[in-house]
Every structure is written in C-alpha cells, then in structure tokens.
C-alpha cells in the first residue's frame, strides 16, 4: 500500500486531473489497447476492478476512475447529482485526450454510465452497466420499487446521521454481506474500502449521492428528464442472478428506451459482479467490446 493507504496492484498507474473543481483520480493499466473505462458503486473506489483489471490489461488500456468523493478523488460540498457526476467522467476523458472509449458501471457507476451514453453518445463506443439502475422509471416505479427492504438509501440521505451511518464499517459489511453471494470475497474488500469512508468528508459525500438522488435525481426521471432521449450505444446489461437488489423485470424494462440491447445473468453471483466473478465479468466484457 502506498503511504495514504491506497492499495496498489501491478503495473497500474495513477493519474490526477482537475474537473469541475475537483482533482479526480485514475488507476490506469497503461497500454496500446483500445481503453476500456470502469465507474464503481457505494461502497467502494476503483479497487473493486482489481480482478478485471489484471484479466484485461494484455488486450485493453483499462481506466478506473473514483467518482467524485469516493476513493482518492476530492470530496466536494456539492456536486452529486447524477448529471453532474456524468459530467465529471466526460471532463476525465477529455484531460486523458480519450475521444472515445469502452465503458462499464456498476451501481452508481452504471447509473452515471448511462446518462454519459444518452448525453454524450459519441464518446462511448460500447456500453456494460452491471446491477444498477437506469434513468426511465416507470411512472414512480422503477428503482426504488427494485429496492423492497432497502431503507439504508434514506438513512444513508438523512441530515445529521446519514454521515454517521455510511462512515460505520459495521454498515458497510451488514449492506455488502447482505446483497452478495460470495460474502467471503466481498468482505475482504469492506477492509479496503471502509477506511476512505471514514473520513469525514468522505461519508458526507455518500450522503450527498443518496440525498440529491431521492431529492432530486429521481423525482425528475420519473416526471420524463430522459423521456426523448434513447440509449443509442450497443449496450449489454450484466447482472447477476442471485442480485437481489434488481431483478429481471426491472432490469429488461430498459429496452423501451434502447436501440440495441441485450441481458446476461451471471450464475452464482449476487450485487457485486466485479469482486464476486472478475472473471465472468471480464470475459463478457472482452467478448462484447471486441
């Protein structure tokens, strides 16, 4: 681990470039390939791409980018409302000259990968979101009805605890124990990335994720803020089959809005696809952007 506590994988470098007045971190693989960019989720940075990382680096440039106020990018007051944090990933493409790119995102990071397809189509070749939502709820459905029992999400908004709650490693590994199958890997990863949230500054952005998304996000999806605009990128959606956060009926209702999509469920394989199964995530993901 290097000094400030970042894990360090082999080969990879780290690159920090200014967006929006933050300094947003990358780990990149480095290499000729044709660059393949990964968003993560909460709780998590761009560690829990380690395994697909190491499985693509001989074919791609691989690119991991910590959303801003996760990770070692900057946790700003403001500045998590889902378009903006789209914004962020473009501003990143644009300071690493990257004019078009693979893209994956998992949770949040599929979330913000969508929006980045529909607002900026021409940077983004192919797209993988994994377990996440999307941004064409149905008539005050959608995500939060794909979420029974998840009240974590308001607690994690909430003024004056929800800092606390999402700073709690006992949170973080009830949460990710919970909606996994292979508790044994998951957990192991907590250890890497409970610290960060620890940080003050660090748990109020989470609480700024879940907040401006049940405050403002949401609210504005369903009143139609996508409703003209269509998923125009050849998309594969990822999602395991034991995930019991989205399931099959509000994961495929996105073909409404997409010209050319299909759906692979991973067997065995719970909310975390890229720490559960790098290896089937990986192998989708070479075959799709190939």
Same mark, same amino acid.
């Given at each position: 681990?290097?000094?400030d506590g970042m894990p360090q994988l082999q080969g990879v470098e780290h690159h920090v470039v200014d967006v929006?007045?933050?300094?947003?971190?990358?780990?990149?693989?480095?290499?000729?390939?044709?660059?393949?960019?990964? +968003?993560?989720?909460w709780p998590q940075h761009w560690w829990t791409w380690r395994g697909v990382i190491e499985l693509l680096r001989?074919?791609?440039?691989? $690119?991991?980018?910590? %959303?801003?106020?996760?990770?070692?990018?900057?946790?700003?007051?403001?500045?998590?409302?889902?378009?903006?944090?789209?914004?962020?990933?473009?501003?990143?493409?644009?300071?690493?000259?990257?004019?078009?790119?693979? %893209?994956?995102?998992?949770?949040?990071?599929?979330?913000?990968?969508?929006?980045?397809?529909?607002?900026?189509? *021409?940077?983004?070749?192919?797209?993988?979101?994994?377990?996440?939502?999307?941004?064409?709820?149905?008539?005050? $459905?959608?995500?939060?009805?794909?979420?029974?029992?998840?009240?974590?999400?308001?607690?994690?908004?909430?003024?004056?605890?929800?800092?606390?709650?999402?700073?709690?490693?006992?949170?973080?590994?009830?949460?990710?124990?919970?909606?996994?199958?292979?508790?044994?890997?998951?957990?192991?990863?907590?250890?890497?990335?409970?610290?960060?949230?620890?940080?003050?500054?660090?748990?109020?952005?989470?609480?700024?994720?879940?907040?401006?998304?049940? +405050?403002?996000?949401?609210?504005?999806?369903?009143?139609?803020?996508?409703? *003209?605009?269509? %998923?125009?990128?050849?998309? $594969?959606?990822?999602?395991?089959?034991? *995930?019991?956060? +989205?399931?099959?009926?509000?994961?495929?209702?996105?073909?409404?809005?997409?010209?050319?999509?299909?759906?692979?469920? +991973?067997?065995?394989?719970?909310?975390?696809?890229?720490?559960?199964?790098?290896? %089937?995530?990986?192998?989708?993901?070479?075959?799709?952007?190939?």
């Amino acid at each position: 681990m290097a000094a400030d506590g970042m894990p360090q994988l082999q080969g990879v470098e780290h690159h920090v470039v200014d967006v929006r007045g933050a300094r947003m971190h990358v780990a990149d693989s480095g290499g000729d390939g044709p660059p393949v960019v990964l +968003l993560h989720g909460w709780p998590q940075h761009w560690w829990t791409w380690r395994g697909v990382i190491e499985l693509l680096r001989e074919d791609f440039r691989v $690119l991991a980018i910590d %959303l801003r106020g996760f990770g070692w990018s900057d946790a700003t007051p403001r500045g998590y409302r889902k378009e903006e944090l789209a914004e962020d990933v473009v501003g990143v493409l644009d300071a690493l000259d990257l004019q078009s790119v693979y %893209l994956a995102g998992h949770d949040w990071g599929g979330v913000v990968g969508f929006i980045v397809c529909v607002q900026h189509p *021409d940077r983004v070749r192919r797209y993988v979101p994994m377990s996440t939502g999307h941004i064409w709820p149905r008539g005050g $459905l959608g995500i939060p009805a794909a979420l029974p029992g998840f009240a974590y999400q308001g607690l994690l908004a909430s003024p004056g605890i929800g800092h606390r709650i999402g700073a709690s490693p006992r949170v973080l590994r009830t949460i990710s124990n919970a909606i996994s199958t292979r508790s044994d890997l998951v957990m192991a990863d907590v250890e890497r990335f409970a610290p960060r949230f620890a940080e003050p500054q660090r748990a109020r952005a989470a609480q700024q994720v879940y907040r401006t998304f049940l +405050l403002h996000d949401y609210s504005s999806w369903v009143r139609g803020r996508f409703a *003209d605009q269509r %998923l125009t990128t050849p998309t $594969l959606w990822l999602n395991g089959e034991g *995930d019991p956060v +989205l399931k099959r009926r509000s994961v495929e209702e996105v073909s409404a809005h997409a010209d050319d999509v299909g759906f692979t469920y +991973l067997p065995d394989c719970g909310h975390f696809a890229p720490q559960e199964h790098p290896d %089937l995530v990986a192998d989708a993901l070479r075959a799709f952007f190939a």
